[in-house]
């Protein structure tokens, strides 16, 4: 699986790719992560690519992407055309304007909901992960759960596993 | 340091680095390796993209009573470890193009000094500042010939992050066991990538250290080849009369400039302690099918797009024969001219435009057409790309294609130089 993370530098995009590549190898399969690097990652356009396989990875850049999951507006246009026929598409509908007829969209206002329920917009790429483990199944959400306690700043494990169950819901109530 | 503080050093090490398995950058991987190997000095300057490698061992060198020291610029990094390596400290330093090319001076004196030590070049896209933060594979020959006059070097390029650990840590064996400085030629790709790698057991990979010198020091003669043609030299500190320097030197390391004896003696076996044992030091991985009539060899990043390529061949019933060179200096000879025998074409994908392809031309020695599919800009081949040009070449027997003449016409072909 083909994965895209993209948005504003700032949003939590490289750890998001990171925790994703991350629990992947936790559950035995291959991964690769790739970044944005420089000044762009740190508050311009940022990307992070995650590779999940169970095989061994030969292709290493992207060009065509299974799931596209886009935080912000320009990333989403920048990238949507490399989405595979049929691909997966999540944004965070208060930020991002899908195409129309865009198949197989999930918009859910991730950021929003982070700050309703936790005061922290920061947290909107944790709440995104948990919804993407349910509705892509890149990974298992044991590994997710782990990866996130033991890759997020220190007193902050609680907050952020919180944010992710709350992803796990509603993709739950999604699917 | 010696075997005795080996497993100490280890524990250290494993206690700074965590869980043994990792989802890490290969620039990270340079350093763990480094570490493992019982690296305990670091001098670089930060340069994209090999910063990782220094930030790593500024975090975790100070952990385990190391030294990691910022100096002025590349010339004074490689200068640094080169005096640290003297005091028997295990030293390293990374970078990238630019300040390898800065390098090159001192690159020379350590072959001339024969100082064990390793420089990691990770390699990005040239000449002079290009794109730094775009990969490439364009140093190959630097590496090999930058700095001037007479000598080997030693070379290995990894292909994934597990083996940026890994062969960082051999780079470190065969600095010590051949007192020569090692280079690990990787690039920007596998620098920046994350993937899996797991921390070995102490058990699981050598650690070697440089021959001590004899224990009666009326005895000592500093830079007397032992049988493998290799200097049993003391390390400073340790109470023996030794002279270093960059000049021709006899067996009593004092200067002999005007000597053609003695400048051939020490220039011959400097190169000889590596070139004769060329066959330890090479290491290929060969994947041989059945009626193959093409054969792909590739090397560090490239390897895996080419890798893939093979599979897609075999899938569309078109047998592909594959060589990564894990080794690139000294070059695997034989090897190469034994993987070619009984091909009508070699392929040889890289990040550059054609530079591993002549030592292999070289190997082959005319027993088939050998070409380049050069890539660069900071872009990475792909497997359809790779695949598409072993099925663009011309099909038939190597005398259909001419042999020698038809080399010439397979470098077109494959867009090479």
């Known amino acids: 699986m083909r994965l895209r993370f993209c948005g504003f530098g700032g949003q939590g995009i490289v750890l998001a790719g990171y925790i994703t590549g991350n629990a ?62 049929n691909g997966m598409v999540i944004i965070d509908s208060d930020l991002v304007e899908p ?77 | 340091m010696g075997e005795h503080l080996d497993k100490e050093h280890y524990d250290l090490v494993c206690k700074a680095l965590g869980p043994k398995m990792q989802f890490v950058q290969g620039d990270v991987a340079y350093a763990y390796g480094a570490l493992l190997a019982g690296c305990t000095y670091f001098a ?12 790593a061992l500024a975090r975790y060198l100070p952990q385990i009573g190391g030294t990691c020291i910022q100096m002025e610029d590349e010339i004074a990094s490689l200068s640094a470890i080169i005096g640290a390596s003297w005091t028997g400290t295990k030293a390293m330093t990374a970078t990238s193009g630019p300040g390898f090319s800065l390098m ?27 794109q730094p933060t775009e990969s490439s594979q364009g140093d190959i020959m630097q590496a090999r010939w930058g700095t001037h006059g007479d000598h080997e070097i030693i070379a290995l390029a990894p292909s994934n992050v ?23 030629l990787t690039d920007g790709d596998v620098g920046h990538m994350r993937e899996r790698l797991v921390i070995p057991d102490r058990e699981d990979y050598e650690v070697e250290f440089r021959v001590p010198p004899p224990e009666d ?52 076996r400097l190169v000889e302690k590596i070139t004769d044992k060329r066959e330890e030091i090479v290491r290929v991985e060969v994947e041989k099918q059945e009626g193959a009539r093409i054969g792909i060899i590739s090397y560090g990043i490239t390897a895996r797009p080419a890798m893939g390529a093979v599979r897609i061949l075999r899938e569309r019933g078109v047998p592909v024969n594959f060589m990564r060179l894990i080794s690139i200096w000294p070059f695997a000879n034989r090897q190469v001219a034994e993987f070619a025998a009984g091909l009508d074409h070699i392929l040889v994908p890289e990040m550059n435009l054609g530079q591993v392809v ?60």
Do not use: W
């Open chain 1, 24 to 85: 992947a190898v936790t559950d035995g399969k291959n991964a690769i992560q790739n970044q944005s690097y420089g000044s762009e990652s740190r508050g311009g356009q940022c990307k992070s690519d995650v590779i999940v396989q169970e095989g061994d990875i030969y292709e290493l850049e992207l060009d065509e992407i299974d799931v596209l999951v886009a935080m912000s507006q320009t990333a989403h246009d920048m990238y949507i055309d490399q989405l595979e026929p």
């Open chain 1, 99 to 175: 195409r129309e007829e865009q198949s197989n969209l999930h918009a859910v206002p991730f950021t929003d909901i982070a700050y309703q329920a936790f005061n922290r917009k920061i947290m909107g790429n944790m709440v995104m992960l948990g919804y993407l483990v349910v509705v892509s199944e890149v990974v298992s959400e044991a590994s997710m759960r782990s990866t996130i306690a033991s890759n997020v700043p220190k007193g902050t494990e609680e907050m952020n596993t919180k944010a992710y169950e709350k992803g796990l819901e509603l993709g739950r109530e999604r699917k």
């Open chain 2, 44 to 55: 670089g300057y930060p340069i994209t993209p090999a910063t990782e490698t220094a930030e």
């Open chain 2, 104 to 130: 090159m001076e001192n690159l020379g004196y350590a072959v001339m000094s024969e100082t064990p030590c390793v420089i990691v070049d990770v390699q990005r896209s040239g000449p002079s500042t290009g």
């Open chain 2, 162 to 184: 597990q083996e940026c650990m890994d062969l960082t840590i051999d780079c470190f064996n065969l600095a010590e066991r051949y007192r020569n400085p090692v280079i690990l």
């Open chain 2, 217 to 268: 020091k009326e005895a000592y003669v500093p830079f007397e080849g032992d049988e493998n043609k290799i200097p049993r030299v003391a390390n400073f500190g340790l109470g023996y009369h030794t002279y270093v320097t960059g000049l021709t030197h006899d067996v009593t390391g004092l200067p002999a400039t005007d000597d053609a004896d003695k400048h051939t003696q020490l220039v011959t």
């Open chain 2, 358 to 417: 002549h030592p292999v031309r070289e190997a082959v020695e005319g027993q088939c057409p050998v070409s380049c599919l050069p890539k660069i800009g900071g872009v990475m081949h792909n497997p359809q790309e790779v695949s598409e040009a072993v099925e663009k070449i011309p099909k038939g027997t190597k005398g259909a294609t001419g042999g020698k003449k038809g080399g010439k016409k397979g470098m077109k072909k494959g867009g090479g130089r």
